[in-house]
């Protein structure tokens, strides 16, 4: 029973991440686009819970649906999105960006249909503790230059708008 | 206990988001909506990672440990890109990407 659900949910997260992830690129109205955005967020957050990885599931769900879809939200309030034909959201290089991309991919996609797993689950027990451990001892130098990046990314975005006087 | 959805599956999911991603950035001529589109790729590779991580077996947590990171250079990104599209803007008034090409050569 069991190992029935398992791939009837992947089933249904994958639809609804590449789904909403279209309908990102594809949506008319950029509200539209930034909502799909926190669900496509929201979705992955369900496929990191069905590969184990709780804790990345809970700061997926703080980071990117909380904080970074607001911060999107507000830079749509703060520009003017005035109504205009469809065929105006895209770029001039369209079909030569669509075809470019669509190359890209796939042979990308083909490499990663042809990975094979042992099949076997992590013991169970959450990420929880091993991520700390491996945060806070091999990773501790890393972990302190990302502080440093966020203070510096923050000093950055206040200066950038900050309106001279 | 083995798992009926195979690695390849979650990579497969992985590539495809990516690439939707690559596509907004190369065709959405919108500024906040290729930041949109970055985001959605860096989550995509975030995906990769953590599959990788829990199912290869050979990396224990450290996959996981990336993801971490990549969330706060995702953030500081998005922090920074907006502020650069807000002072952009108001410098003149436009968000499309096809009308900023002050520094064109």
Redesign the interface.
């Known amino acids: 029973m069991l190992d029935v659900i398992e791939p009837i949910v992947f089933g249904l997260l994958s639809l609804m991440i590449l789904g909403s992830g279209l309908g990102v690129v594809l949506s008319g109205r950029i509200t539209t686009s930034a909502l799909l955005m926190a669900f496509t967020f929201l979705n992955m957050a369900g496929m990191f819970v069905l590969l184990g990885a709780e804790t990345i599931a809970a700061f997926q769900i703080l980071i990117y649906v909380g904080a970074i879809t607001v911060l999107i939200l507000y830079g749509v309030m703060f520009t003017p999105q005035a109504p205009r034909a469809y065929g105006l959201f895209f770029q001039k290089q369209t079909p030569a960006g669509a075809v470019l991309a669509a190359l890209a991919a796939l042979p990308v996609m083909a490499v990663g249909f042809a990975f094979r797993d042992s099949g076997t689950l992590p013991p169970r027990g959450g990420d929880l503790r091993p991520l700390a451990t491996s945060v806070f001892t091999d990773f501790a130098f890393p972990f302190e230059v990302a502080s440093v990046l966020l203070l510096a990314a923050m000093v950055g975005a206040i200066v950038l708008v900050k309106r001279d006087r | 206990?083995?798992?009926?959805?195979?690695?390849?599956?979650?990579?497969?999911?992985?590539?495809?988001?990516?690439?939707?991603?690559?596509?907004?950035v190369?065709?959405?001529?919108?500024?906040?909506?290729i930041?949109?589109?970055v985001?959605?790729m860096l989550?995509a590779a975030?995906?990769a990672f953590?599959?990788f991580?829990?199912?290869?077996?050979l990396l224990?947590?450290?996959g996981?440990?990336f993801?971490?990171?990549v969330?706060?250079?995702?953030?500081?990104?998005?922090?920074?890109g907006?502020?650069?599209?807000?002072?952009a803007?108001r410098n003149r008034?436009t968000?499309d990407?096809?009308q900023v090409h002050e520094m064109k050569g």
């Open positions: 206990m083995t798992s009926l959805v195979p690695l390849g599956a979650f990579i497969a999911i992985s590539a495809a988001l990516f690439f939707i991603g690559v596509a907004g190369l065709v959405r001529r919108n500024a906040v909506v930041l949109m589109c985001e959605l989550n975030n995906l953590v599959a991580s829990r199912r290869l077996g224990d947590e450290r996981s440990v993801v971490v990171f969330f706060v250079v995702a953030a500081s990104e998005v922090a920074v907006l502020a650069i599209v807000l002072a803007y008034p968000v990407v096809d």
